[in-house]
């Protein structure tokens, strides 16, 4: 794999980091780039991007909102060094 694929490919998937080796896989096909998956995880490993999902967070409920609300509106007038 050349420098400029891997370059492409790091690009990618600092722009979607939920991308799979199969969707690099036809990415690259499209820029005339034949690279097998396992070849695309080595490269990705090499360069610090590993196979991790990163952890979805959950929405705000409703009881959340309002006691984050509560919360701010009761320490509006504590001084900044409180």
């Given at each position: 794999?050349?420098?400029?694929?891997?370059?492409?490919?790091?690009?990618?998937?600092?722009?979607?980091?939920?991308?799979?080796?199969?969707?690099?896989?036809?990415?690259?096909?499209?820029?005339?780039?034949?690279?097998?998956?396992?070849?695309?995880?080595?490269?990705?490993?090499?360069?610090?991007?590993?196979?991790?999902?990163?952890?979805?967070?959950?929405?705000?409920?409703?009881?959340?909102?309002?006691?984050?609300l509560k919360f701010a509106k009761?320490?509006?007038?504590?001084?900044?060094?409180?």
């Open positions: 794999m050349t420098a400029r694929a891997q370059r492409r490919m790091l690009n990618e998937v600092k722009k979607n980091p939920r991308v799979s080796a199969r969707d690099l896989k036809k990415s690259l096909a499209h820029a005339n780039i034949s690279v097998d998956e396992s070849t695309i995880r080595k490269t990705l490993n090499k360069n610090g991007v590993h196979g991790r999902t990163p952890r979805r967070k959950p929405l705000l409920s409703r009881k959340n909102i309002a006691a984050r009761e320490h509006l007038d504590v001084p900044q060094h409180y």
